[in-house]
């Protein structure tokens, strides 16, 4: 059965820096495409990064420049490191696997239950 926990979420300040991890079960890691995705109150899930089998990544706009995507199969863990943080930030992060590759679309067929991050002003 698969299985994906993030942790690392928390409230920090604005420009301050916070580092997700994913950590995946019941699955080949290595075999699935990863993504960060979040979600603020009334809002809809929108795709934050992705990286795929063979280390690729996808940056939606907004995150460019500041957030980086990671994996590390050995670990079975995806890291989110995020940088320069700004109060619309704020939102319930999840991270998502799939054999196939969606990107930052959030059609992942196995998602974890979320993190929280909040960013003050």
């Known amino acids: 059965q698969v299985q994906l926990v993030e942790s690392g979420g928390g409230s920090v300040q604005s420009g301050g820096s916070l580092r997700l991890s994913c950590v995946a079960s019941?699955?080949?890691?290595?075999?699935?495409?990863m993504g960060w995705f979040r979600q603020a109150p009334g809002k809809e899930r929108e795709g934050v990064a992705a990286?795929?089998?063979?280390?690729?990544?996808t940056y939606a706009d907004p995150v460019k420049g500041r957030f980086t995507i990671s994996r590390a199969n050995a670990k079975n863990t995806m890291y989110l490191q995020m940088n320069i943080l700004k109060p619309e930030n704020t939102a319930m992060y999840y991270c998502?696997?799939?054999?196939?590759?969606?990107?930052?679309?959030?059609?992942?067929?196995?998602w974890g239950q979320g993190t929280q991050v909040t960013v003050s002003s």
């Open positions: 998502a696997a799939d054999r196939v590759d969606w990107g930052v679309l959030p059609r992942y067929g196995y």
């Open positions: 019941g699955y080949t890691y290595s075999n699935y495409y």
């Open positions: 990286i795929g089998t063979g280390g690729g990544t």
